[in-house]
């Protein structure tokens, strides 16, 4: 299994307040993604990176940001949590020469 | 903009028996990847098969294999001798390489729902 964690795997958290997730490799791939799944949507893309300090926006960045300071870390970070970020979060890492995703085992955020 | 469509939401089989899903995208391009994930309840995304575009034959992996149509825009996959294991949401996704900017996007389905039944 590809060395990924994600860190917390729960969190509940009230509305307003800031909440980090946070991505760990130990596989040294170049591109990291940070997606949220909800019933009905399937895994959308909220950001992803390709490189150290290369990050760029998915389909539903609005509420988030990202960081991404050294190869094996990438931050998500919502800065004023909303109920409707409440959802479960993956991580993914790839790397060019094969193109095929691995997924960390996910983070379920609630936001109350 | 690609888009991908699982036009089955839940799908049930019983064991030992045969079972397709289907998946079909829309793009324009003509150099792309597709995938199929597996999330059984554990909620691990699992990779379970990926085709390239430019690749004729259909990727195979055990019992597992796809039925890739380019010009139709269709890959379904297809399990064989269904396993009570195998019951899982299956997602499929796209995935277009941009060697000039060094971005893969990922474009995900919104998953299809299987059940094994004993």
Redo the contacts between chains.
């Keep these: 299994d590809a060395g990924i964690t994600q860190s917390p795997r729960h969190k509940v958290t009230e509305t307003g307040t800031p909440v980090t997730l946070r991505c760990h490799q130990t596989e040294n791939h170049r ?1 990291m ?1 940070w ?1 949220r799944q909800d019933p ?6 909220i950001h ?1 990176s ?2 150290v300090k290369d990050t ?1 926006k ?1 389909e539903v960045s609005d509420g988030y940001s990202v960081s991404r300071s050294k190869t094996e870390d990438f931050l998500l970070t919502l800065e004023s949590a909303t109920s409707s970020q409440t959802s ?1 979060y ?1 991580c ?1 890492i ?1 790397e ?1 020469n094969s ?5 960390g ?2 983070t379920r955020l609630t936001v109350t | 903009a690609q888009t991908v469509t699982q036009s089955q939401p839940e799908m049930s089989v019983q064991e030992a028996e045969t079972v397709t899903l289907s998946c079909t995208y829309d793009t324009s391009e003509n150099n792309y990847y597709l995938f199929w994930y597996k999330q059984p309840p554990s909620r691990q995304m699992i990779l379970v098969i990926r085709q390239e575009a430019y690749k004729q034959q259909n990727a195979t992996e055990n019992r597992f294999s796809v039925n890739f149509q380019k010009a139709a825009k269709s890959f379904s996959l297809k399990i064989s001798d269904s396993q009570l294991g195998d019951t899982a949401m299956y997602f499929c996704a796209f995935m277009k390489p941009n060697p000039t900017s060094g971005t893969y996007k990922y474009i995900f389905g919104t998953g299809t729902r299987l059940k094994v039944l004993a």
């Design positions: 591109y993604y997606y009905g949507h399937g895994l959308r893309l992803y390709y490189g760029d998915g479960v993956f993914a790839s060019s193109y095929e995703q691995y997924f085992p996910g």
